[in-house]
């Protein structure tokens, strides 16, 4: 399984990104698909995910209202709309996979997925 995001760039502050992931080499549909980011120096934390055949998608308190997900299956591809971007969105982000079923309270711990991308570099700066 091979996840690859791409989009991230440098970005003015208010300004809009839109990170895509693309999913292959699976047999099977992924259960869960979540967009992750590391900040330098701070821990890796769950921005939103979404779940096969789940209406709702959980975000992150600090991108609420900001960030929009969404999942293309036709193209094995999910999306990730930021929006109002702010300095401290700066950082790596990641999208990751999940086979197997996972409760929405888990759905963005990290510790929860198996396989990652390589990671994209969102910066927010004037």
């Known amino acids: 399984v091979q996840l690859q995001a791409s989009g991230g760039g440098l970005v003015q502050p208010g300004g809009s990104l839109r990170l895509s992931c693309i999913v292959s080499?699976?047999?099977?549909?992924?259960?869960?698909l979540g967009w992750f980011r590391q900040a330098p120096g701070k821990e890796r934390e769950g921005v939103s995910c979404i779940r096969s055949g789940s209406n709702g998608s959980p975000y992150a308190d600090s991108v609420k209202g900001r960030f929009t997900i969404s999942r293309d299956k036709a193209k094995n591809t999910m999306y990730l709309q930021m929006n109002s971007l702010k300095p401290e969105d700066t950082a790596v982000y990641y999208c990751?996979?999940?086979?197997?079923?996972?409760?929405?309270?888990?759905?963005?711990?990290?510790?929860?997925?198996?396989?990652w991308g390589q990671g994209t570099l969102v910066t927010v700066s004037s």
């Open positions: 990751a996979a999940r086979f197997t079923r996972i409760v929405l309270s888990a759905c963005l711990d990290p510790a929860q997925y198996t396989y």
């Open positions: 080499g699976y047999t099977s549909t992924p259960y869960a």
